[in-house]
């Protein structure tokens, strides 16, 4: 099944590039490596402000952490074309805005982890690194980059 | 002298490959390049817990560090099929679990710093990132991922 | 126009490289990529230290960003030979030693990423990730790792 049809399936829509904020673009290609910036969580199209273990909990952090995956799916659609060439995610980071005891990052880090492979099968199979930061741009409560590989 | 030889004479035991706690793999390989994950720093199987700066003095840092290496070269040694494939260690993030006053987290990071060097020789001249996060899943006091080139 | 002539007319005056601190190098080549380690910002030859939302304004932290920028530049000439072979800056990481409340990382990051541009033209726009760290060794107020891709 194309990625496409999957996208479509899950009922999820992809975001345009978003312009970036500052002097720096969205992906960089290197060989058959695409380097994503890291990507916000946002809810209606702004910041999802907040920080684990306060306002936000896993649940919603969760649900955070997806939104910012399929904001990175929609960096790769624009960086690799068409995203059946993209052969593997590699690699995310997934940081997670948390309070001083909140020890849940790895749970937060699920709603990316578990939408890729959805969504990618086993191209989506990932290494990752996910941990508690002590603050994100604009206050939002994810952060999440990544490194594909297209054919 | 063999990397195995090398693991012997320092009385360094490899891990069996840990299965992952969720939607991701322990490494991808892409091109010559392995990518592993965030490995949590472990005491008798379980994660060390704790912050540097609070319960955990640097000297006891050092050895989560250096515990932590020892599983990524079980994860390595995974990946690569055998250790004296692995041409270079090129690339460690060390995330230590910090105390807002804490400041010594290179010191933390020399405790597996030191051990890649010892089993890898040159190859195991790396660059390398450290510093000092708000918390780590489980509240373990060091997470360490690594990237490896191979034959 | 050289990188070289864009740095005289900047009037940059790249560093020595420095040796490390401990056991890991200040780069790593793997095929066409240079990984270079955390570089601290630095003033008059000392860590920059301070945290951003206590002592450290934005501005001062955007200064500081472009101070370690300036050290990676001096870094990727001694790794590449000739900075005129560096194909593409690819990826930056930025961490800002921040108060819990402070949520301008992006702003600071703006420091190394406008003076990448500056020298290296188109080259030198690069995918970034930044955001606030808990600690930074030696307590410096910013840290700054890259990915570089030379010919």
Redesign the interface.
Known sequence: MSVYDKLKQLDIVLPPLTAP????????R????L????HLAKRAGKPWVGQLGVQITTADGKQAARNAAIDLIGTLHAAAGNLDTVS??????I?VN??????????V??GA??L??EVFGDAG???????????????SCV?I?L?A?VK
């Open positions: 904020v500052a002097a720096f673009v969205p992906f960089v290197t060989g058959n490596l380097f994503l910036s890291g593997r995610i590699v690699k995310l980071m940081l948390s309070a001083p005891g909140y020890t849940e990052q790895h749970l880090a699920n982890s578990e890729l492979v199979a990932h290494a990752r690194t996910s941990y508690g930061v002590a603050q994100i741009p604009f206050g952060e980059d490194i590989e």
